[in-house]
């Protein structure tokens, strides 16, 4: 499968309710924080889910938190992504484009 680019999105859904292009992602905050606590994105395989991934989870609160460089034109994020059922993409973020293992 090829690199499929990460694209910044305001929204992940088209008018009508059918998701961005693949690759499309759009951060999340947690209420009370200026930076990014995660981010949403469409899967890069072209299903058409939308996934997510946690830098920081909150208070009280556990669960799989992936490292992210810090960047919103070319984000990389470690660990890979493994979706767990459906399609099973499994892959990476880096400088800016998923790349599935």
Same mark, same amino acid.
């Given at each position: 499968?090829?690199?499929?680019?990460?694209?910044?999105?305001?929204?992940?859904?088209?008018?009508?309710?059918?998701?961005?292009?693949?690759?499309?992602?759009?951060?999340?905050?947690?209420?009370? *924080?200026?930076? $990014? !606590?995660?981010?949403?994105?469409?899967?890069?395989?072209?299903? /058409?889910?939308?996934?997510?991934?946690? =830098? @920081?989870?909150?208070?009280?609160?556990?669960?799989?938190?992936?490292?992210?460089?810090?960047?919103?034109?070319?984000? *990389?994020?470690? $660990? !890979?992504?493994?979706?767990?059922?459906?399609?099973?993409?499994? /892959?990476?973020?880096?400088?800016?484009? =998923? @790349?599935?293992?």
């Amino acid at each position: 499968m090829p690199n499929v680019r990460a694209i910044l999105v305001e929204s992940l859904w088209k008018e009508g309710g059918e998701p961005e292009a693949a690759g499309s992602f759009k951060f999340y905050k947690q209420s009370g *924080s200026d930076e $990014p !606590s995660g981010l949403h994105f469409v899967c890069p395989c072209g299903c /058409g889910a939308v996934l997510g991934i946690a =830098f @920081r989870n909150p208070d009280g609160q556990t669960g799989p938190l992936w490292q992210w460089n810090g960047s919103r034109d070319k984000p *990389s994020t470690t $660990p !890979s992504v493994r979706r767990i059922g459906g399609c099973e993409w499994h /892959g990476y973020l880096t400088d800016g484009e =998923f @790349r599935t293992c």
